[in-house]
């Protein structure tokens, strides 16, 4: 099965799970990749190929990555590797 490619439902349907599942992540982009010392609440607004869109107290947040996402596995992949890279460095 192909993976989805990036459009505005799929950018919706990550922001969603990532949101209600995985809050943590979300405050740890905004501070390791965002640079922000402070993060009371944090959310992922949009996910495109080349950044994420964050609100972080809201503040809008773009992070960039480190290579243009192919589709929706490829966001996977990258957002997991993201995360690791910072609590197992």
């Not at 439902?9 to 992540?25: G, K, L, P, Y």
């Not at 964050?54 to 929706?72: K, M, T, W, Y």
């Amino acid at each position: 099965m192909a993976a989805d490619p990036l459009t505005p439902a799929v950018s919706s349907r990550i922001c969603r799970h990532m949101n209600a599942d995985h809050q943590d992540a979300v405050a740890t982009y905004a501070r390791h990749y965002g640079g922000l010392k402070q993060v009371s609440r944090a959310q992922m607004v949009a996910i495109e190929a080349r950044w994420m869109e964050l609100e972080v107290d809201g503040q809008p947040l773009r992070i960039a990555f480190d290579h243009p996402l192919q589709d929706s596995e490829d966001a996977h992949r990258t957002l997991v590797a993201m995360v690791k890279a910072v609590v197992n460095p």
